[in-house]
């Protein structure tokens, strides 16, 4: 139990276009998700936290037009990267949270995102 | 403000070698504490956490931590390495980690030579 999937897993995209990362709870339902990014050889930094039905919270320094989050129901969120350039190529991780309790929070198997 | 050391970049260890991770954190409320494991392009595997109870926690693939309060530590172990463990390793530390972020150290990479 409790999946985390991330769609796609892979993703090239040329400069300037937009690009969906899907986000799903498999077998629970998440009222919290998290979307982290991680450079390379870097660590995992927060950006964004996203609780159903309700707008995303952004850490400070990450531009919430850019990075457009949605949750709209509890077992999905999806982060739209808008108008990418060569900079926002990243690993971009999601995470879930159990509707009731304490918990670990489950992690997605990450997307790799290049920008062209 | 919450952070998390890993002293270590890069740590080499021979095969069937022990083997410790440090971990310090700062948090001002009680920690949960997590360690996990990332290969090369993939996501993250928990290895184990502690919540609360026994210092020592006992994790996947014969891993240990000790909680150690008065240190602000939280080291990973382990007495045989194996050549499949060769990844990266991230401790993270968090609130009720189910509706808080969690903050991560920012990696050691370990090596396993023959």
């Known amino acids: 139990g409790a999946v985390v999937s991330q769609h796609p897993s892979r993703v090239i995209c040329k400069s300037g276009t937009s690009v969906k990362i899907e986000c799903r709870s498999l077998?629970?339902?998440?009222?919290?998700m998290f979307w982290y990014r991680q450079f390379p050889k870097q660590s995992l930094m927060l950006m964004a936290t996203s609780n159903e039905g309700s707008k995303a919270t952004y850490e400070q320094g990450v531009e919430k037009d850019k990075f457009l989050i949605n949750h709209a129901s509890l077992t999905l969120s999806t982060l739209t990267v808008t108008s990418a350039h060569p900079e926002d190529s990243s690993f971009y991780i999601c995470?879930?949270?159990?509707?009731?309790?304490?918990?670990?929070?489950?992690f997605g198997p990450g997307t790799r995102l290049t920008v062209l | 403000a919450q952070s998390v050391t890993q002293p270590d970049i890069h740590i080499t260890v021979s095969e069937g070698a022990s083997l410790e991770l440090r971990c310090n954190y700062s948090y001002g409320a009680t920690p949960y504490l997590f360690w996990y494991v990332q290969s090369p392009g993939q996501g993250l595997q928990l290895l184990l956490k502690?919540?609360?109870?026994?210092?020592l926690v006992q994790g996947i693939k014969g891993f240990e931590a000790e909680f150690k309060r008065s240190q602000s530590s939280f080291n990973l172990r382990k007495p045989s390495v194996h050549w499949s463990d060769a990844a990266e390793y991230f401790c993270?530390?968090?609130?009720?980690?189910?509706?808080?972020?969690?903050?991560f150290g920012k990696g050691t990479r370990l090596s396993v030579i023959a």
């Open positions: 502690y919540f609360s109870g026994d210092t």
């Open positions: 995470s879930a949270s159990w509707r009731r309790g304490r918990d670990e929070q489950f």
């Open positions: 077998d629970f339902q998440a009222t919290t």
């Open positions: 993270a530390v968090g609130a009720n980690s189910g509706n808080t972020p969690l903050v």
